[in-house]
């Protein structure tokens, strides 16, 4: 029998998504399933866009230029000027999705073996990608008592090496909710410029700030022009996962030349998604205000439904739509399993994703969940009353077992 390749029996199976089956299995019996597990939301796609693909009406579906159509590339130069983002089209490149954006600055500025700085924990995909193209990820941890917040600039500069090529952010954060400050982001401007390496800014959630903060570009900082790399997509803005529209942008020419090659290499991203996009693009951005509102609302009831369960930590998440709580449990991964295959709680139970494969560094995160408030108010209430039942019941569980072990050796 052939063998697979040593590079996919090594790949990281999706923290996000692994524990599905058991999901699907439970519904099966009967048990309702709140799913907080993926970053999918419930909100409906505007209508512009649905309305947009339904209408597309060219006779032949042909390739599209590879750098993206004309019209999406200066609909997205337009929406950048509108955010006080200095991107002109000529340094903009419509992606299949965020993921093929990601993938193009990896493939562009580094080569098999490089270093790309990351603050774990982080979107657990850059570990896939950085895997795919022979790339290393050295992460240096933040911490759930202070928020996720970045660590000072001395404690950077300490983990650059000859091999380092860039650091990799996201901001607002997935998976912990964090909304960095103007400072954090000129701290790092000052150590990419001064060490020569650049950031590669994921900013796909820039529209989602809560308590009256606001977002800041990694271009909105003097001096980036050369060092700052910008990942982006329609996916989250506009609850249009399916649609694989993202873009990368720098104002740094060389960059952008060797991801056109890359681009050229795929052909082309979806075209009758980029007219969808479009649409979506020209809407007014007052269509934000109220999504923003929901948002806040989903966020304020996981905050109020996680205050009930006993020795959790979690500061209250700022921006995107996701926390990483800390449990007073020791396994996350199995508590995430048991919730799915021994408990119910009025006949539900929710799908979450453990922590630990959103770090690289072996240990971590191994009693943290993160939760994605994806879902309606009111169902979101529910999960976290299941939820908070569950932890209690299972730190429980856990001090039995820790008081029968020391009894068998005692």
Known sequence: MKKISTRARDMQASPIRKLIPYAVAARKRGINVFPLNIGQPDIPTPAPIR????????????????????FLVESFAGYYRNNRIDLAAEDIIVTTGG??????????????????????????????????????LKALTTYAE???????????????????RAILICNPNNPTGTVYPRKALEDLAYVAKKHEIYVIADEVYREFTYDGLAHT?????????????LIDSISKRYSACGARIGVIASKNKAVMGACMKFAQARLSSPTVEQWGARAGMMM????????????Q????????????AEGVICKTPT?????????PI??????????????????????????????????MGLNEIRISYVLEVKKLKKAMETLAVAINQYKKIEEGQNNQACAANG
């Open 284 to 295: 007014d951005p007052s269509y934000f205000e109220p999504i923003l509102e929901e948002y």
């Open 217 to 229: 570009s990694i271009l909105q900082i003097e001096g980036m022009a050369q060092n700052a790399i």
């Open 99 to 136: 993921s093929e954006a990601i993938f193009f600055a990896f493939l562009s500025i580094c080569d098999a073996g490089d270093e790309v700085l990351v603050f774990e924990p982080f979107y657990t995909n850059y570990n896939g990608m950085a895997f795919e193209t022979g790339i290393t």
């Open 330 to 363: 020791k396994d996350a991964e199995k508590f995430a399993q048991w919730l799915l295959t021994d408990f119910n709680h009025n006949g539900n139970s929710v799908l979450v994703a453990p922590a630990a494969g959103f770090y690289a560094t072996p240990g």
């Open 319 to 327: 921006g995107a739509f996701y926390v990483i709580v800390k449990l």
């Open 146 to 164: 202070d928020g996720f917040q970045l660590p000072p600039v001395d404690i950077i500069e300490k983990a650059i090496t000859p091999k380092t």
């Open 51 to 70: 309305e947009a693909i339904k209408n597309f009406d060219q006779e032949v579906l042909a390739y599209s230029p590879s750098q993206g159509e004309d």
């Open 297 to 308: 609302r989903r966020r304020d009831a996981v905050m109020e439904g996680l205050a009930k």
